[in-house]
Nanobody
Framework: QVQLEESGGGLVQAGGSLRLSCAAS????????MGWYRQAPGKERELVAR???????IYADSVKGRFTISRAAGKNTVYLQMSGLKPEDTAVYLC?????????????WGQGIQVTVSS
């Protein structure tokens, strides 16, 4: 079993910055990918940023140039540095990890953390 614990959310004014952290614990030998999604009220969950074990990174167009995803070397932790925050970034942010167990790939989710950007 794998657990993902998010931290770092909160309330910030437009233009401000926050850094989210996601720490994974449990039965982990390696990662296929880790990433951040978000879901605003009344909207579908959407990908924010994702980093693969190869180092490949993808970002949603809406956050390119403002958000940076990174993974701590030697640690099961991924970060999302968010700058230039806008009210439309307000959402619950969820950490996701794709972890292989044998030949199967399992997807895990954190409980989510609230990010609120005031105008």
């Amino acid at each position: 079993q794998v657990q993902l614990e998010e931290s770092g959310g909160g309330l910030v004014q437009a233009g401000g910055s926050l850094r989210l952290s996601c720490a994974a614990s449990g039965s982990i030998d390696s990662f296929e990918a880790m990433g951040w999604y978000r879901q605003a009220p009344g909207k579908e969950r959407e990908l924010v940023a994702r980093i693969r074990s190869s180092g490949d990174i993808i970002y949603a167009d809406s956050v390119k140039g403002r958000f940076t995803i990174s993974r701590a070397a030697g640690k099961n932790t991924v970060y999302l540095q968010m700058s230039g925050l806008k009210p439309e970034d307000t959402a619950v942010y969820l950490c996701n990890a794709d972890i292989p167990h044998g030949i199967l790939l399992y997807g895990y989710w954190g409980q989510g953390i609230q990010v609120t950007v005031s105008s």
